[in-house]
């Protein structure tokens, strides 16, 4: 089964305008992270939600968790041309005893100026 | 702000030469990890190591991997005899855990491997 699912695959929008994306996964999770990748580029890590918790604020990041459907979602709020990357969600599976992390395919997101 | 650092940025090898990617944990960091991400497709977990030793890995990490933290603050990822389906962007990452933040992972910027 895929972990953490991605949707849209691709997402163009207006500087200044709110990008929002989603994520689902299947199997129980202890933590959800958001990172960010520019082209070719290394992962940077935006924001970590746990299991307990079900939104949580950075900066102009919004990230909501429901474990009942087992999704997630990031909204990027009055966005920029330099928000322009690819977002993917990882999980980490429960249970403890694994730091192991289960990436999506991402979300492509352009934000034209 | 500290950071993971990795060398080299792109390394170039022939099929069957054995490559060595050299990372540098953040120094507080407890647990390391090599991903991989070829061209296109996921970011696909490799390898976690602990206490020296590793804690868990992939099916991807089979007997031609293997990883070493040869002194206080280097963490390498050894392939012996490379192929060509080994291209693809390794990276390192590390994570604390602590109560503060218990899992969240840090990542390099990566090395690009590209075998001819």
């Known amino acids: 089964s895929q972990q953490g699912e991605e949707d849209p695959q691709a997402l163009s929008i207006q500087e200044g305008e709110n990008a929002t994306m989603n994520c689902s996964y299947k199997?129980?999770?202890?933590?959800l992270q958001w990172y960010r990748q520019n082209s070719g580029r290394g992962l940077v890590h935006l924001i970590l939600?746990?299991?307990n918790e079900r939104e949580k604020h950075s900066g102009r990041l919004r990230v909501t968790l429901d474990t009942s459907k087992k999704s997630s979602s990031l909204l990027i709020t009055a966005s920029r041309a330099a928000d322009t990357a690819s977002y993917f969600c990882?999980?980490?599976?429960w249970g403890g005893g694994s730091e192991k992390l289960v990436f999506g395919k991402g979300t492509k997101l352009t934000v034209n100026p | 702000e500290p950071e993971v650092t990795q060398t080299p940025s792109h390394q170039v090898t022939q099929m069957g030469q054995e490559v060595i990617l050299r990372c540098v944990p953040i120094s507080n960091h407890l647990y390391f990890y090599w991903y991989r991400q070829i061209l296109g497709q996921k970011v696909e977990f490799l390898v976690s190591f602990y206490n020296n030793e590793i804690s868990e890995k992939s099916e991807i990490f089979d007997d031609q991997f293997s990883v070493e933290r040869p002194d206080g603050s280097n963490f390498t990822l050894k392939i012996r005899s490379t192929k060509l389906e080994d291209s693809a962007m390794y990276f390192c990452?590390?994570?604390?855990?602590?109560?503060?933040?218990?899992?969240?992972?840090?990542f390099g910027p990566g090395t690009r491997l590209t075998v001819t």
């Open positions: 199997t129980s999770i202890n933590n």
């Open positions: 939600i746990r299991s």
């Open positions: 990882a999980t980490d599976a």
């Open positions: 990452a590390s994570s604390a855990p602590t109560l503060v933040s218990p899992d969240e992972q840090y």
